[in-house]
Every structure is written in structure tokens, then in C-alpha cells.
């Protein structure tokens, strides 16, 4: 194909682009905070807008509940994992290169929290192959050096902060031992210096806040979602029946050559979603790739389809650009099946998105190509 064709086709393909339609995807979800739940401890801070560290560190370790409120008002859901490490631990200490310093901090941690310490116990046992006791991890007969003890005592504090997520409770009964006292302070001097808590608390009534709050979806899933729906809506209209509740009910969740469990209508035309096929495997890991959209023609699936729809660009087009050409080779050998990449949306009126386009074309040999409008156009060659 020479470069006016390769033109060409691009034009066709640029034309018929389409953009994410607003409103047919929910782009937010509500936070879902409980401000009754926290009514009381919502006044106590609302009230004060002269905060200081002392102040804001005892009203933490008095209401350590405050800290899921606080996420609620200066965080879209949740606090990093690097941040939770901060407020929960002394990061100076974990991060000195003294290992007496670190093993101190240590052995003071798996002392004064039971929770702490049960993970770390579970994670050396399991990792060791035999149960190790806090008493052989204290003992002056120690049994284990105290690098050892360091390395897993850090990676109990990463298990430790990725889980305080899921169960608060955690956090909060720390904050409330005296041994631990330094978080509530750390947790302040961040909430006021860094997040402004005396300026917001001017400005912004919580109650009001946390009840109006809303948390953006996640833009890959709405896009992805956008697509599809409006291309299942092609199929519908063309009359083309989908058979996943009938495929669900057999409890089918990779497709055989030829079905025959479904006693499908010769000359009816079908399709199912986000199904595997036997036989069909990812190069890269030799695991059945499940596909978007499978029609299937005369019991057989026979066109297969993967969906993407891109509004900026990012690795992630190189990644399924990667493994759809590897697809679409294997495929094209077995020769039993034909694959095609259905991918939408303005990042491919980009120069970039431009350039990729012809590239498939023109250095990988992959053809199947197409947007929702140009697959309409085409539908004929699938059924």
C-alpha cells in the first residue's frame, strides 16, 4: 500500500471518529461519607478555625475517627500508602541506615501493637516455613539477626498501611496508645501546614461539604463502557441476538469451536461478550485471552473483537497496540478465526494518534482496524 493509500484509509478512518458523548456514562459516584456518623466530631472541628499542633493533635487522639473525616475533606477517597506510612510511622527512624536505630523502633512496634505485631509474626513464620514466636524475636538468645528482623519489620509496615484502608480501626486504636503519640502530631503538622486546615475551615462548611461530595469513576472503565454500549447497539438494531445470559445459565465461560450446548438457529446470527475461546492465548503468557465481543456465525465464533477507546494518549495504547499485532499474527496462522481492533475516540485525530494508525498499517500488516461508525458501515463482512 503506497502512502496516498495509506492517506487515504487514514482520512476514512479520521472521519468517522467519534467523541465520548457526555452524559451517557456516570462519570461520579456520591463519596457516600456519613456526616451523621460523624456529626459530633464535624462540630468540634467546624468550630475552630485557629487550630494549632497541640490543639489538633490532642482533638486527634481524642477522636481518632477525625482521621476518616479528614480524608473525606482534603482527599478524593483515600489518603497514598506513602502518606499513611508517614502519619502512622517515624519515617526518619525507619529510614536511618543505623540498623540499631531501625531494630529499637522496631521491637518497640511489635511490643505495644498486638496488630502490628501478628502480621509481622505471620509473615516471617510463612516466609521461614516454621512459626517463630515474639518471644524468640526478644530474647537475648536471639535466633534471628537483626537485619532479618528490620527487612520484615518494613515489610510488615507497607502490609500494615495498605490495610488501614480497609479497617480504620487500626489506625485508631494506635493513635490512642500513648507509646504512639507522635502519629496524632505528625497527622496535625500535615493537615495544617500542608493541607491548610485553618483557611479551609473559613471557607468551607463540612456538613454541606461531605454531603454534596462526589468522587470522579474511573475514565478508563466510562470510555471503554461508552463504546461498547454503543456498540452493542449496532448489533441490537441489526438484529444480531446476544446469548450471554444463555451461556451464563450453562455456566460457558470459554467458547469451543463450535457450540453446540445452545441449539443455535442455523442462518440466526448471535454474539456473546467478554468470553474466551479454546485454544486462543496471549503470547506473552500462553493464557486464554478473553475477548470484548465474539460473533458467532453458523455455531462458530468466528469474528473476534477487542475494544478500546482513547482520549489522550499513554503506555497503555502501546501495550494493547503490542499485543493486539501479536494477536492478530497468531490468529491469522490458525486460521480459524479473524481478529479485529475496534478503537475510537479523538486521541487518533492526534498527530501521534495519526502516526500509530499508519504505522499498523504499514510496518505491522494489521488491517482490522476500525471505529464504531466504521464498523456499522461494515457490519455485512461479519454476519
Not at 99 to 128: G, H, P, Q
Not at 176 to 193: C, G, H, V
Not at 231 to 245: G, P, Q, S, V
Not at 345 to 357: C, D, I
Request: net charge positive; with cysteine; hydrophobic share 35%.
Amino acid at each position: 500500500m503506497n502512502n496516498n493509500e495509506l492517506n487515504k484509509n487514514y482520512i476514512e478512518f479520521a472521519s468517522k471518529i467519534s467523541f465520548f458523548e457526555f452524559g451517557t456514562q456516570n462519570e461520579y459516584r456520591p463519596a457516600l461519607i456519613d456526616v451523621k456518623k460523624f456529626s459530633s466530631t464535624i462540630n468540634r472541628l467546624q468550630a475552630n478555625n485557629a487550630w494549632n499542633i497541640d490543639s489538633l493533635s490532642d482533638y486527634i487522639t481524642k477522636y481518632p475517627e477525625s482521621f476518616k473525616l479528614f480524608e473525606g475533606l482534603f482527599r478524593l477517597e483515600r489518603f497514598s500508602n506513602a502518606q499513611l506510612i508517614h502519619f502512622i510511622f517515624d519515617t526518619v527512624k525507619l529510614n536511618s541506615n543505623n540498623t540499631d536505630t531501625v531494630y529499637e523502633y522496631a521491637i518497640l512496634n511489635l511490643k505495644c501493637d498486638v496488630i502490628l505485631r501478628k502480621k509481622f509474626l505471620d509473615l516471617i513464620s510463612k516466609e521461614f516455613g516454621y512459626k517463630i514466636e515474639y518471644e524468640n524475636i526478644i530474647s537475648n538468645n536471639k535466633t534471628l539477626p537483626k537485619e532479618v528482623i528490620v527487612a520484615y519489620f518494613k515489610m510488615t509496615v507497607n502490609i500494615y498501611a495498605i490495610e488501614v484502608d480497609k479497617e480504620p480501626n487500626y489506625l485508631e486504636k494506635r493513635i490512642k496508645k500513648e507509646q504512639f503519640n507522635d502519629s496524632a502530631i505528625r497527622i496535625a503538622n500535615y493537615i495544617l501546614n500542608t493541607l491548610q486546615l485553618n483557611e479551609f475551615l473559613k471557607v468551607v462548611k463540612i456538613k454541606d461539604f461531605l454531603n454534596i461530595k462526589q468522587i470522579p469513576a474511573d475514565t478508563k472503565s466510562i470510555h471503554g463502557n461508552f463504546l461498547k454500549t454503543k456498540l452493542t447497539n449496532i448489533l441490537h438494531n441489526a438484529r444480531i441476538e446476544n446469548i450471554d445470559d444463555r451461556l451464563k445459565e450453562l455456566n460457558i465461560t470459554v467458547l469451543p469451536e463450535t457450540i453446540n450446548e445452545l441449539d443455535l438457529k442455523q442462518g440466526q446470527r448471535y454474539y456473546c461478550t467478554e468470553k474466551a475461546i479454546k485454544g486462543v492465548t496471549k503470547s506473552s503468557n500462553n493464557k486464554l485471552k478473553k475477548f470484548d465481543i465474539i460473533i458467532i456465525v453458523n455455531n462458530k465464533p468466528k469474528h473476534l473483537f477487542e475494544i478500546n477507546f482513547y482520549t489522550t494518549g499513554g503506555t497503555k495504547i502501546g501495550i494493547n497496540e503490542n499485543e493486539y499485532v501479536d494477536l492478530n499474527e497468531d490468529i491469522i496462522k490458525e486460521g480459524k478465526y479473524n481478529f479485529h481492533w475496534i478503537t475510537d475516540g479523538n486521541y487518533w485525530l492526534s498527530k501521534q494518534g495519526k502516526e500509530r494508525y499508519l504505522n499498523l498499517i504499514r510496518k505491522q500488516k494489521f488491517e482490522n482496524i476500525y471505529n464504531a461508525n466504521m464498523f456499522e458501515d461494515s457490519l455485512s463482512k461479519f454476519i
